[in-house]
Nanobody, 124 residues
Framework: QVQLVESGGGLVQPGESLTLSCTAPEFSLDYFAVGWFRQASGKEREGVAC????????YYADSVKGRFTFSRNESKNMVYLQMNSLKPEDTATYYC?????????????????WGLGTQVTVSS
């Protein structure tokens, strides 16, 4: 059962930007931990940006730090991943996931609910 829905993926050239969106049609994300993950073909899934509580600090993977920004719009029940200065190595299927909140930092906790993903391709 799909709990989350991602959108906003596409084909862009290196250096361009995309904003991914994630929503939960059947529940509020406000107080949940939410993470963005990606999986490139033939590679393991990687945690990109995660915020494990409403007040928590956003964790960014080193590979995206300074280029990607995690944000929420609670009034719209949406979570976003703004991706700037995209590189070919950012090409992957991007997923959002949620779980009960925690005090932890990082993308290492177990996320229970996932979307089906949205494809991001960075190519010239």
């Amino acid at each position: 059962q799909v709990q989350l829905v991602e959108s906003g993926g596409g084909l862009v050239q290196p250096g361009e930007s995309l904003t991914l969106s994630c929503t939960a049609p059947e529940f509020s994300l406000d107080y949940f931990a939410v993470g963005w993950f990606r999986q490139a073909s033939g590679k393991e899934r990687e945690g990109v940006a995660c915020k494990n509580s409403r007040e928590g600090t956003v964790y960014y993977a080193d590979s995206v730090k300074g280029r990607f920004t995690f944000s929420r719009n609670e009034s719209k029940n949406m979570v976003y991943l703004q991706m700037n200065s995209l590189k070919p190595e950012d090409t992957a299927t991007y997923y959002c996931a949620s779980s009960l909140p925690s005090s932890g930092y990082g993308c290492y906790q177990q996320y229970d609910d996932w979307g089906l993903g949205t494809q991001v391709t960075v190519s010239s």
